[in-house]
């Protein structure tokens, strides 16, 4: 699809009183995420999924055991 077809198909779809912003908004949004316009919404969780976030941060310990991460940091930083 040319540039020329993606904007004009993106302007069929905003309502009469869109302002400039919006479209210019949709434009980029449209371009970062081809593709987005033909298939169903996505849920939150669906995204996350689909990210690659690597093979993890830098916590020592889940959140639900902060009392041992909070003891292993000290641990390491103080050496005690």
């Given at each position: 699809?040319?540039p020329?077809?993606?904007?004009?198909?993106i302007?069929?779809?905003?309502?009469?009183?869109?302002?400039?912003?919006?479209?210019?908004?949709?434009?980029?949004?449209?371009?970062?995420?081809?593709?987005?316009?033909?298939?169903?919404?996505?849920t939150?969780?669906?995204?996350?999924?689909?990210?690659?976030?690597?093979?993890?941060?830098?916590?020592?310990a889940?959140?639900?055991?902060?009392?041992r991460?909070?003891?292993?940091?000290?641990?390491r930083?103080?050496?005690?």
């Amino acid at each position: 699809m040319s540039p020329k077809e993606e904007v004009q198909q993106i302007l069929e779809q905003l309502p009469d009183d869109a302002s400039l912003e919006d479209i210019q908004h949709r434009i980029q949004l449209r371009r970062t995420n081809p593709g987005s316009g033909n298939r169903e919404r996505q849920t939150p969780q669906e995204i996350y999924k689909s990210l690659d976030l690597g093979p993890g941060g830098y916590a020592i310990a889940p959140s639900t055991e902060v009392r041992r991460g909070v003891r292993e940091a000290l641990r390491r930083k103080f050496g005690r």
